[in-house]
């Protein structure tokens, strides 16, 4: 699913509410009926709802099915983004919307900006992609849920990793700065990093192998999994800090130590690896029943990668999970239960997770050289929904970084790379909402007609 807000500008109140009636509707309808769409946007004449209905679905944010048993139309994935980026939008949050920066097994990653400028990231969460190679087993979980729907699990994904990352931050992790979430998307700040599976070699592989067992242990001693913690979901950033010289007991302003010829020695600067941790839908806590299977696995993942990577392993065993649980102190998973993320949504998300299969890139770890998908969305049998998007690109380890830096020159510069989500006052607007109109077959007999002929 492409997401393409060239239409989002144009959309007018009336749409908007249209729009949202048939979000609403969909709690209990697959197909929500025309009369309950005219019903709950509550616009006077049903003439402004239909040329509403028609405008939306000619953008594809609504959909009419098929062989239907009445009249009605449900909400597509292009509908949900519209109705979330409308709403980061009211809330300052997001002002333009830039190019794909990554994509996952069922999440898309934009790079966006606010208002002043500043470069943040827009990961939407679509459940749903991956369950089409098990369609057997999806079809049969959704027939036992009255409400079962990948839009609902793609808001609860949401729901929960933006909890988990708002927690971790406050600790102290190093996570992504969560800003807000909507629906079925999370905006939070742009780490200017690579993932660790496109770093070729590191100076110092010892050091962010120890760094990152660290972090594992430290993640269990909050009372969390990470359950997906391999190369594909940890950025690495370079930071360059220079040495402070020592000064003299006499002279504060003095540096030591002196060469022989009374020069200062050159300090070089120092190169530090710092990771951060991303994707957070599958963290489990250790109260799980298959805590130590996570936990373990997370720890192969991160010895398998740097043995096959870096050439680097490790003589001593461990961690494990029993030592890790023995000083658990604050307990995060109990915090984020309580902050509105509850035990039933996270049983249903669990649900999901086993029945389709999507507990994380780790599953297919052992495929190719470092468990690479290179298109993780490719499935015949997937829906037009589901398709993989243009934009995404895998970046080698000598490629220049995919995203700027995180500071633009202006909001006026910014406009001429990004989509901006609203219209100015010296913006053209347009006689109705741009759209790609099929060409027009004439018929022979209207074609005799216009060249003239005798009917």
Known sequence: MKLDTKAIRYLTAEDWRVLTAVEMGSKNHEIVPTPLITQIAGLRGGS???????????????????????DGYRLTYGGLDYLALNTHRKASNIYSVGNQIGVGKESDIYVVASSSGLQRVLKIHRLGRISFRTVKANRDYLRNR???????????????????????????????????????????????????RQIASIPDPAGLYAELLALIV??????????????????????????????????????????????????????????TIIDFPQMVSIDHP??????????????????????????????FFADAIKHVGKRLDVEVEASGFSRKM??????????????????DAGDGEDGLDDNPDADDDAPEEAEPSDFAETLSAGDEPAIEPTQLPSVFGLAE???????????????????????????????????????
């Open 146 to 196: 009255a409400s079962g729907s990948w839009m609902y699990m793609s808001r609860l994904a949401a729901l929960k990793e933006f909890a988990f990352m708002k927690a971790l931050k406050e600790n102290g992790f190093p996570v992504p700065e969560p800003i807000a979430q909507s629906r079925h998307t999370i905006v939070m700040s742009l780490v200017d990093a690579f993932p660790l």
């Open 346 to 363: 996270a049983k249903e998300l669990d649900a999901y997770m086993k029945e389709v299969g999507a507990d994380g890139d780790a599953g």
């Open 48 to 70: 402004g709802v239909h040329k509403c209905i028609s405008s939306l679905a000619k953008v594809g944010l609504i959909a009419k099915v098929k062989n239907a048993k009445y």
């Open 218 to 275: 430290q993640l269990a001693s909050y009372g969390l999994i990470h359950g997906d913690f391999n190369e594909f979901n940890i950025l690495v950033e370079e930071k360059t800090s220079t040495p402070v010289p020592e000064l003299t007991e006499a002279n504060p302003q003095t540096t030591l130590p002196l060469s022989n010829s009374d020069e200062s020695k050159p300090l070089n600067p120092t190169i530090t690896l710092v990771p």
């Open 417 to 455: 790379t990004m989509t901006v989500l609203d219209i100015q006052d010296n913006d053209p607007l347009p006689e109705s909402i741009p759209t790609t109109t099929p060409p027009t077959t004439k018929t022979r007999t209207s074609a005799k007609a216009a060249a003239g002929w005798s009917i």
């Open 290 to 319: 298959n805590a130590a299977y996570y936990f373990d696995r997370d720890v192969t993942c991160i010895k398998r990668f740097f043995s096959r990577r870096f050439h680097f392993t490790s003589d001593e065993p461990g961690p």
